[in-house]
């Protein structure tokens, strides 16, 4: 639709000024029909070209820099007559977050140059939290840095008091195993909200945890609780096949149900589910389906089969072979696209009722005593997004209930500010 849109957005720009010589009141009218087509399906449009630039962002190797740019213009050409440019700043951010946390994006230099066209179209305030996501990645570099010192520190300690590293702590002896840990502290606020994963995680792993956790409660305030996003985390295997060994990078969740076949040939779905303690089976079964039934196949299915099935068996794969060294094992869909998008057009709906309360309440706190038609005209000038009447009279009613607001008595179109 994007592709299609900008054809029609050039075709346009050249009738306008080969048959209209870039008539200004055509130009105009023009200006005025294209921004109507392209809002028609409400907030499609916004999710689309959020999507398309993803898509230019995550495979722009091989393509020169002034191509790049010039497809990220013509993108925010069209993003100009979006009008709900909150929906597209939700999914832009959705799938910032993939991009680098999961290491997808195909250059920083591109990511950033995105960023100073948004900036400089739509203001700070537009950017500042896909800014603060930037800043939490360089900022998380500088803090593992400072912990890998400090844990450097504690290993000599525990190697002289001991004077061998057979005795050191519980919490040294995951190095032995080779297991290399990157932590990425990321602020709330500036992030996309992601559904957490429970997992039952292997000692090893639960000693990093640990000496993380106690490295940074000392180095950094207090107040600032740490939360882990195994549904965000990613792992990067040693795997060995009669045909050869492996690099397999896989998600947490792929990791840990690959470590459980190290003392098992043979495993059933329940077995696995209850060893990993996932509770949420359809990310279990999208997992397991990527391992068995995808194109890097690990694992073997039995029964074979499209789907998981909770008396499904699943067994190491002696048999795999693939000429890489290092392979990415994607997880597979399940249709979960429609609700994944839903989830994010439900986060913006409360994000607009939020922004809708607070510029009421900033216009009413200023002014005391307004009527209805003036705090619309003051409110809408606020907002990013269109809004209709209905939308602004419920959230004052509910303003209203909550006693932040109350209707003049003598005229109930003028609304009085609660201090």
């Known amino acids: 639709m994007v592709d299609r849109l900008l054809q029609l957005k050039a075709q346009l720009d050249e009738v306008l000024t080969n048959a209209f010589n870039n008539s200004p009141v055509f130009a105009d009218q023009l200006t005025s029909a294209f921004q109507s087509a392209v809002n028609s399906r409400s907030n499609k449009p916004a999710e689309l070209v959020a999507k398309y630039i ?81 800043r939490d990645m360089d900022v998380a570099s500088e803090t593992m840095e400072l912990f890998q010192r400090h844990y450097n520190r504690v290993k000599r300690a525990s190697q002289q008091q001991d004077g061998s590293t057979d005795d050191a702590p519980a ?11 990157q932590v990425t502290v990321l602020t709330q606020a500036h992030w996309p909200t992601q559904a957490m994963l429970e997992l039952n995680l292997p000692t090893e792993l639960v000693h990093w945890q640990t000496m993380f956790k106690d490295f940074y409660s000392k180095h950094y305030s207090s107040y600032r609780q740490l939360v882990w996003q195994h549904s965000m985390s990613t792992a990067m295997l040693r795997a060995n096949f009669p045909k050869g060994a492996k690099e397999l990078s896989v998600s947490l969740l792929q990791a840990l149900v690959l470590l459980l076949f190290n003392d098992a040939d043979e495993l059933s779905y329940e077995a696995i589910k209850e060893q990993l303690g996932v509770k949420n089976e359809r990310e279990l079964q999208r997992t397991l389906l990527s391992l068995s039934v995808g194109k890097v196949r690990v694992l073997t299915k039995i029964p074979k089969g499209p789907d998981v099935k909770l008396t499904d068996v699943f067994s190491y794969n002696s048999a795999f072979s693939n000429p890489l060294l290092r392979i990415k094992v994607n997880n597979i869909q399940l249709k979960e696209t429609h609700e994944e998008n839903a989830k994010t057009n439900a986060e913006v709906v409360q994000e607009r009722q939020h922004a809708i309360d607070a510029a009421i309440v900033r216009v009413m706190k200023m002014r005391k005593t307004l009527a209805h038609k003036l705090l619309v005209q003051e409110v809408i000038t606020q907002l990013r997004f269109q809004l209709t009447n209905a939308d602004l009279k419920r959230r004052i009613d509910n303003l209203i209930e909550r006693e932040f607001l109350e209707r003049s008595s003598a005229d109930s179109q003028v609304y009085n500010y609660l201090a």
Do not use: H, P
């Open 54 to 134: 993803d898509a230019k962002l995550r495979s722009s190797k091989g393509v020169g820099e002034g191509e790049l740019e010039a497809d990220l213009d013509r993108a925010l050409v069209l993003f100009g007559y979006i009008q709900g440019k909150d929906v597209f700043e939700a999914f832009y951010k959705k799938d910032l977050a993939k991009r680098l946390l999961l290491g997808r994006s195909a250059s920083m230099d591109a990511e950033k140059l995105m960023i100073s066209k948004l900036k400089a179209g739509c203001g700070g305030n537009f950017t500042a939290n896909i800014e603060g996501m930037f």
């Open 171 to 181: 919490s040294m002896s995951s190095v032995a195993s080779g297991i290399d840990v």
